[in-house]
């Protein structure tokens, strides 16, 4: 399949979250990120749910929610209620991975694990064929703007076998440093969904960037 572009808008100006949400409305990105940071799992705090709900209000695009929280099973509902598509639960956050992603599910949204960048692939054995997706962070959560670390082209390669051998449908989204440089190596390792963030809103041009992304 073509490979799919999600700009975070944790790089937008916030002071103007409509008008960011207006362009990538208008751009051929395919999804919104959402990034959600609650100060303990990671070391910063971002935005919560009264945000969401007021991107959900104007955006056309699904909503792909990051948490990077403690214990986001307690919230799979609110952020259904808040207008969430898709849900990623990091895989060090969830002892109980399994039944969080039944929860999701139940809840009728996508659901996704991420893995952190010291996290390896193959604690995904018993759950690939349960899942929508699996978020590989390229970048220790918890910053947008920081520099790819390049160990995470070769995790993309290990996830991609590992969802060939098991036959699951899960689709490989890549968060972190991605801009127009690694694109394509990404997406030749098996990336199916790019996260952007300060690639795509700190551009001069936005929607040009995210087709340099994305049609190559
Ligand atoms: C980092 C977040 C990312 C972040 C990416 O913890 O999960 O989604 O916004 O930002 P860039 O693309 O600037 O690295
Ligand atoms: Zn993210």
Known sequence: MQHQIAPSLLAADFGNLAGEVAVINQSDADWLHLDIMDGVFVPNISFGIPVIEAVKKTATKPLDVHLMMVQPERYIEAFKKAGADLLNVHYEASPHL???????????MKA???LNPHTPVSVLEEIITEVDLVLIMS???GFGGQKFIPGSLGKIQKLKDLIMKRNSKAWIEVDGGVDQNNARELVQAGADILVAGSYVFKAPDPQEAIRKIKYF
């Open 98 to 108: 399994h039944r969080t992603i039944e929860s999701i599910h139940q809840h009728g």
């Open 112 to 114: 996704g694990v991420t």
């Open 139 to 141: 970048v220790n959560p």
